[in-house]
Nanobody
Framework: QVRLVESGGGLVQIGGSLRLSCAASGSIFSINAMGWYRQAPGKQRELVAAITSGGSTNYANSVKGRFTISRDNAKNTVYLQMNSLKPEDTAVYHC????????????WGQGTQVTVSS
């Protein structure tokens, strides 16, 4: 089992920045990749950024050049630095951890609201 606790969401103006944190606990040795997804009202959940245990990263086209995912292995924490925020970035952001065994297990945090306003 993996437990994820997110923090760092809030209200920010257009062009502002926020940093989200996701602290993992439990069977963290089994995590293959971690990422951030977001879900806006009336829309499907979408991948924002992901980072593997080897440090490879992947980003949605809509956030490339503005968002950066990183990890602190000593703190078992993954971060999402979000710059140049736009109204379309408004969503609930969820941390995800993937464990690959005989199948893929997905673990989710409770979500944190990010609202970008003018």
């Amino acid at each position: 089992q993996v437990r994820l606790v997110e923090s760092g969401g809030g209200l920010v103006q257009i062009g502002g920045s926020l940093r989200l944190s996701c602290a993992a606990s439990g069977s963290i040795f089994s995590i293959n990749a971690m990422g951030w997804y977001r879900q806006a009202p009336g829309k499907q959940r979408e991948l924002v950024a992901a980072i593997t245990s080897g440090g490879s990263t992947n980003y949605a086209n809509s956030v490339k050049g503005r968002f950066t995912i990183s990890r602190d292995n000593a703190k078992n924490t993954v971060y999402l630095q979000m710059n140049s925020l736009k109204p379309e970035d408004t969503a609930v952001y969820h941390c995800n951890a993937k464990v690959v065994a005989s199948t893929i297990y997905n673990y989710w945090g409770q979500g944190t609201q990010v609202t970008v306003s003018s």
